[in-house]
């Protein structure tokens, strides 16, 4: 009764799902431009990173095309409060990175935080669910408790949206011997200068022993 009062549309153009589909019809899945990054060895992503910070492996799910339909399922995530989708993104990255040998060594899924008043306004961290669904693939410990994101004293009312960033912070939430020799999966919903990685990267490279690989949703 329930789907037809109110059925079930596909989260990329909104034509109604059939019995079979989850969140996304089969059109729109075959249309998302899937990165493959590493199935096919592509390093890419991972020299965005070259000199900033030593990183041992990256791969992001799809490439983020602005106006078409992966601009449309990340604002959905983000700002519709679609955060099933998150999951989806998760299980579909995860079967893969799962039987991949350069990813199935990792030991701990660690997500970007969002600084505290946004994540209460938005009511939930974007990539919360596909850190998780990660996780679960891999069987390794999910901490959304390591990382905190935190702003420099002094009042943000006036300042910039881009030096707002700049006075955001990532600390290390927990004791430093919680990431001591842990091969960490860091994940973020996309990545396009890399900057947000690089700070928490560099937290988490101060326990001994810290090896960083990242996966993203997308990549800009």
Request: hydrophobic content about 40%.
């Amino acid at each position: 009764m329930l789907n037809v009062l109110f059925p079930k549309v596909c989260e990329g153009c909104g034509e109604m799902l059939s019995s079979t589909e989850n969140l996304l019809c089969l059109l729109c899945r075959h249309q998302i431009p899937l990165t493959n990054f590493h199935k096919l060895d592509d390093t890419s992503l991972k020299n965005k990173f070259y000199g900033r910070f030593p990183l041992i492996n990256a791969t992001a799910l799809f490439h983020f095309q602005k106006r078409g339909l992966t601009q449309e399922l990340l604002h959905n995530l983000k700002y519709r409060g679609r955060k099933e989708l998150s999951f989806l993104f998760g299980a579909w990255l995860g079967a893969e990175l799962a039987e991949n040998q350069k990813f199935n060594k990792v030991t701990m899924v660690i997500p970007v935080p969002l600084h505290k008043q946004k994540l209460k306004k938005r009511g939930y961290n974007q990539v919360e669910g596909f850190g998780i669904e990660l996780a679960k693939a891999l069987q390794v410990p999910y901490r959304d408790d390591i990382l905190v994101k935190v702003s420099k004293t002094g009042s943000q009312v006036f300042k910039t949206r881009i030096l707002r960033f700049e006075m955001e912070e990532m600390f290390l939430n927990q004791k430093i011997e919680e990431v001591t020799d842990q091969h960490i999966l860091l994940v973020d919903d996309i990545v396009t200068t890399g900057a947000t990685l690089e700070k928490c990267a560099l937290q988490l490279l101060k326990g001994e022993g810290v090896k960083i690989s990242i996966a993203t949703i997308a990549t800009g």
